[in-house]
Nanobody
Framework: QVQLVESGGGLVQGGGSLRLSCAASGRTLSGFTMAWFRQAPGKEREFVAFITRSGVIADYTDSVKGRFTITRDNAKNTVYLQMNSLKPEDTAVYYC?????????????????????WGQGTQVTVSS
C-alpha cells in the first residue's frame, strides 16, 4: 500500500509557472510507474504525463508537450510536474497516480484504469 499527497497548486496568471510535487509514504516509489492526471469540473479525468520506474521514459499529452516536464527523485520518494507557460485551459485539479505493474503497453499508461493508487489532488487555477 502506498499513500500519495500532492502539493504546489495555486492561482497563477497565464504565462506563469508552477511546480507540483507528489510525496509518497508507505512504500518506496522506485517500483511504480508514476503519472499526473487532471480533471476540470464536469469533465472526465484527463491524462497529463507519466514517467517510468527508472525515469528513462516520459510521455505527455499533446496539449502540454513542450510546456510541462515530469521528473522523479526516487531517493526522495517524490514525483514532480514542472508547468511552464500556463494557460487558462490548464485549470483543473491535478492528481498524482501510481501503478505497481512492471510491464504495460505505453498506451495503457494514459488510462486511469492502469493506476491503483491516487492522491487527493491539488487545485491549479490559471487566470487570463
Amino acid at each position: 500500500q502506498v499513500q500519495l499527497v500532492e502539493s504546489g497548486g495555486g492561482l497563477v496568471q497565464g504565462g506563469g509557472s508552477l511546480r507540483l510535487s507528489c510525496a509518497a509514504s508507505g512504500r518506496t516509489l522506485s517500483g511504480f510507474t508514476m503519472a499526473w492526471f487532471r480533471q476540470a469540473p464536469g469533465k472526465e479525468r484527463e491524462f497529463v504525463a507519466f514517467i517510468t520506474r527508472s525515469g528513462v521514459i516520459a510521455d505527455y499529452t499533446d496539449s502540454v508537450k513542450g510546456r510541462f516536464t515530469i521528473t522523479r527523485d526516487n531517493a526522495k520518494n517524490t514525483v514532480y510536474l514542472q508547468m511552464n507557460s500556463l494557460k487558462p485551459e490548464d485549470t483543473a485539479v491535478y492528481y498524482c497516480a501510481a501503478d505497481p505493474s512492471p510491464t504495460r503497453l505505453l498506451g495503457r499508461r494514459r488510462d486511469t484504469t492502469a493506476y491503483d493508487y491516487w492522491g487527493q489532488g491539488t487545485q491549479v487555477t490559471v487566470s487570463s
